[in-house]
């Protein structure tokens, strides 16, 4: 399959065929937006009126983890990288795409050319022979700093300083390069060894006005940009006044509770991912925010054992992965009586389920608003404000 040339923000997508990443179908971006806010809309009907979807103003670009599988073009052995077609092991080069950060996809070019002059082996699936496998590319989107990680199948990278001074020669703003070994037949794309070829090893960057702190493996959301609204919308319905106790469940390296801590009594965040709660409790010091506590648990248990323990809280954000919450944590939650839960959603089917199961623990859905964090795929995210029923909105 050859490469296409162009800017395939202004001339449309040619791997939207065989290419999983994205759903791009040639219709506008208006229409596009109309169709994810109607399937919002029928899904919320029976709660509330989705207040808006609110779109990005040039939604191309936009993705600032951006990582490619390194494969050989299998008739002329040029080194090439692209992403699995769909379904497949397959992989389909690629040159640029429509919805990744443009340095990442020129940087990951230049590796190609790097890769062959310095004669460095492609891992083969097939066989387990060769080395690189995959590249990850992690931007800061206010910071500019750049993250490089080089996925290779085992730890012996032959002439990898002069492999990194010649990338960071053409391309000075790189502010990291990592050795990510992972020697496994797994589809996960990071092993646990890494050795930092040059830098930190990690990028920071600023997010509603707080630094964050991301290394190659933590959960960071990939469209700062969006991200940035959804949260400040998220905390303007919390409606904090600087006196509620707030628990920030699913909390991942700390985002929501972090932005939010200036404006509460005190946080607890809960997350099940080890190393998500080390960057959040880092996070926390980088920022000195002293009224923030994390707990490294499943967040339905740690509800039940917060209630247990007579504690309460006046506001609960919870932000759960696709498959959404659990009756344990709703029930635990509903015994806590907060006056308002704020619910960020990445499923709006999941979200649906429980807002079912929080009406009958008597909340109600007060406000919903749709943020467009992917363009062009399928994926719906959204907030929710919900408030107990009889307590007073002023609280
Ligand atoms: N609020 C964070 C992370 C949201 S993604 C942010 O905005 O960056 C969902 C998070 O839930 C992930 O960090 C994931 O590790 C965590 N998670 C998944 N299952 C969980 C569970 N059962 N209990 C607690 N956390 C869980």
Redesign the pocket.
Known sequence: MSEGKRDSSKNGCPYVKKCGGCQYDGSSYSEHLKQKKKYLDKLMKPYAQVKQLVGMEHPFHYRTKVHAVMDRNRKTGSVISGIYEQGTHRVVPIQSCMIEDEQADEIILTIRELLSSFKLKIYDEDTGYGLVRHVLIRTGYHSGQIMVVLVTASPVFPSKNNFVKALRKRHPNITTIVQNINGRGTSMVLGDKEHILYGKGYIEDTLCGCVFRISSKS???VNPQM?EKLYGKAIELAGLTGRETVI??????G??GLIAADRAHSVIG????GS?VKDAVVNAKRNGIKNIWFEH????EFMVKYANQGNFADVVFM???RSGSTTQFIDALAYMKPTKVVY?SCNPETLVRDLEYFRKKGYQVKECWGYEMFPWTSHVESTVLLQRRGADPAH
């Open positions: 959960f960071y959301q991200t920030d469940a699913y909390c991942g390296i985002t929501i809960a997350e099940l991912n998500a648990m499943d967040a339905g932000d759960p992965p960020i």
